[in-house]
């Protein structure tokens, strides 16, 4: 397909791990809001602690109306009761998606065994209290059998780890016709200051293009043929994220 007022565009902001700079991280936001449909928070990555995604992205909702918000939610640090009201809590305040994963963990830190992030969609499915919330779940692996198994969730929709390889995102896409959910790859921006983190991730070097927002952007069109919007991440360059979003924003 190509670039259409249906393209999903969703911006990923890196953790807030300092609270004295949240007015510079809602300028971020604020950098991106016209471009972007979806603003996703992550939540405590690597189990290092940051501000709990719901509640940043209820902020965000009540700065920013325009633009939907996808709180990460790591099921590791809740049982049942804990996650059912984290996100009563979010929906009152405008937080409709949720990205539910697993979390890492880090020493001495022990995860709640409750609910796996695919238990957690069947337990969310029964509650009436949280009937309003879209949940989601990360693919982190393209082995077609694990695909299958996230997708069998039936979540709506679905979010996927890095990588650079069409054939990856192709089998992606396969398996999906069966179930129809709306899938999201990440669109990297390769720039200096994201190349090192994105080929310690994919266990590769890999190479800095001469024009990494335009290479970006031929690399959009390419998935969009496949999929409904992408979540465009570059690890330490926010800068390249909001102008590969200004440059995909001319085509929406």
């Known amino acids: 397909m190509e670039f259409g007022v249906m393209t999903v565009l969703i911006?990923?902001?890196p953790p807030l791990r300092r609270i004295d700079n949240l007015d510079n991280y809602l300028e971020m936001v604020?950098?991106?809001v016209d471009y972007a449909t979806h603003i996703d928070i992550p939540?405590?990555?690597?189990a290092n602690p940051?501000?709990?995604a719901v509640l940043?992205?209820?902020l965000i909702k009540h700065r920013f109306s325009n633009v939907e918000v996808i709180a990460n939610v790591r099921v590791a640090d809740h049982n049942k009761v804990g996650l059912t009201a984290l996100i009563m809590g979010g929906l009152v305040n405008g937080v409709r998606n949720y990205l539910l994963m697993r979390g890492d963990l880090g020493p001495e830190v022990t995860a709640v065994p409750d609910l796996t992030p695919i238990s957690a969609i069947g337990y969310l499915r029964g509650v009436e209290q949280v009937k309003g919330a879209r949940l989601g779940v990360s693919i982190s692996s393209f082995d077609e059998n694990y695909i299958r198994d996230r997708l069998e969730a039936r979540p709506d929709f679905a979010m996927l780890q890095y990588t650079l390889s069409m054939d990856?995102?192709?089998r992606t896409a396969e398996v999906n016709r069966e179930f129809g959910v709306d899938i999201y790859p990440a669109l990297l921006v390769i720039t200096n200051k994201s190349a090192r983190t994105i080929s310690r991730i994919l266990n590769t070097d890999i190479p800095v293009p001469q024009d990494p927002i335009s290479d970006a952007v031929r690399r959009a069109r390419e998935i969009l043929e496949h999929f409904p919007g992408v979540y465009i991440s570059a690890p330490g360059?926010?800068?390249?994220?909001?102008e590969t979003?200004?440059?995909?924003?001319?085509?929406l």
Request: zero cysteines; aromatic letters at 10%; proline letters at 0%.
């Open 30 to 32: 604020n950098s991106v």
């Open 56 to 58: 940043i992205g209820s």
């Open 245 to 251: 979003a200004r440059a995909m924003h001319k085509y």
């Open 168 to 170: 990856d995102l192709i």
């Open 237 to 242: 360059d926010f800068n390249a994220i909001v």
């Open 11 to 13: 911006i990923e902001l």
């Open 43 to 46: 939540d405590s990555t690597f």
């Open 50 to 52: 940051s501000a709990n």
